[in-house]
Nanobody
Framework: VQLVESGGGLVQAGDSVRLSCTVS????????MGWFRQAPGKEREVVAA????????YYADSMKGRGTISRDNAKNTVHLQMNNLKPEDTAVYYC?????????????????WGQGTQVTVSS
């Protein structure tokens, strides 16, 4: 199983970034996906989550109105669009895959994880 994130980098406050995660080695369609992040010295936290066919979504309060999670089941890919980025969004962003239709914000329900992509927002 491989989950490979891409799209991170160094951006300025107010900019946008689109993260992508491509999944291989397991079934993608029909299973929940999530985006999580971890900043230095802080615990891993959920950013957004989506059900297997995209009909249910969850956003952390910090991302509501600024983020959009989407998935392309034909390409085994999930995206996270983040707008109006803030310095406090600086973190390593991870995508994760579950074996249930919708796992929401509970990271313990996601057994498969990517290596992460760094997003750094300068002020």
């Amino acid at each position: 199983v491989q989950l490979v994130e891409s799209g991170g980098g160094l951006v300025q406050a107010g900019d946008s970034v689109r993260l992508s995660c491509t999944v291989s080695g397991r079934t993608f369609s029909g299973y929940g996906m999530g985006w999580f992040r971890q900043a230095p010295g802080k615990e891993r936290e959920v950013v957004a989550a989506m059900s297997g066919n995209g009909d249910s979504v969850y956003y952390a309060d910090s991302m509501k109105g600024r983020g959009t999670i989407s998935r392309d089941n034909a390409k085994n890919t999930v995206h996270l669009q983040m707008n109006n980025l803030k310095p406090e969004d600086t973190a390593v962003y991870y995508c994760a895959a579950s074996w249930t239709y919708y796992s929401g914000p509970n990271y313990a329900l996601y057994p498969d994880w990517g290596q992460g992509t760094q997003v750094t927002v300068s002020s």
